[in-house]
C-alpha cells in the first residue's frame, strides 16, 4: 500500500484543483491516495500506473488519485482523480537515495526525463536515469527545504488530455 507517494510542492493540496471520478476495473488492486493513474488510450476504466513508466506516447495519465478505490476482486468501483495540471511540480521520494543525496548530485540531473519505479511493496520512488522518451522532468529543488524528495513534472505527451496524446 502506498499513500501520499506523490505530493504537490508547496502547501497545495490535492482536490484543491477538482477532481474527477473514474471506473476502475473488478482487482485485487486498490488505488490509494497519492498514487499515479493510468488509462489505455480510448479506454474507459483507469488503473494504478505500472513501474517503470510513464513512457511518452506509450503510457496515459488521467492524474493523480486523491481517494482509495472502491474495486474488489469481483466488482468494478471508482476513484476519484485531480487531472494533472501542466506546469505542476510534484514531489516524489528517490529510489536511490545516493543518486540525489547532495545538492551538486541533484543539480546533474536537473533537465533529465526520469520513470518511476513501483515497488513490490507498491511504493513509487522517482529513477535518475534519462532517457529520450521517458515521461517525467527533474525540476529544480533546494533539498535542504525537501530533504530527501525530488522535484518533477510531468511531460505533456503522458498526459491523456494532452492534444499531442
Known amino acids: ?41 480510448g479506454g474507459y476504466v483507469v488503473a494504478k500506473m505500472a513501474t517503470n513508466k510513464p513512457v511518452c506516447g506509450t503510457d496515459f495519465l488521467v492524474g493523480i488519485a486523491t481517494t482509495t478505490s472502491t474495486n474488489t476482486a469481483s466488482a468494478v468501483g471508482y476513484v476519484d482523480v485531480e487531472p494533472l495540471i501542466p506546469g505542476q511540480i510534484y514531489l516524489a521520494n528517490p529510489y536511490s537515495s545516493t543518486a540525489y543525496a547532495t545538492q551538486a548530485a541533484y543539480d546533474l540531473l536537473v533537465g533529465d526525463r526520469v ?42 505527451p503522458t498526459n491523456y488530455l494532452s492534444p499531442s496524446s
Open 1 to 41: 500500500m502506498a499513500v501520499n507517494d506523490i505530493q504537490k510542492l508547496g502547501n497545495a493540496q490535492f482536490g484543491s484543483a477538482g477532481s474527477r471520478t473514474y471506473k476502475v476495473a473488478a482487482s485485487a488492486t486498490l488505488i490509494y491516495p497519492g498514487e499515479i493513474v493510468a488509462v489505455a488510450l
Open 115 to 156: 520513470l518511476f519505479d513501483l515497488s513490490a511493496g507498491n511504493v513509487y520512488t522517482i529513477l535518475a536515469a534519462d532517457g529520450a522518451t521517458y515521461g517525467c522532468v527533474v525540476e529544480p529543488l533546494d533539498i535542504s527545504k525537501y530533504p530527501g524528495k525530488v522535484a518533477f513534472s510531468f511531460k505533456s
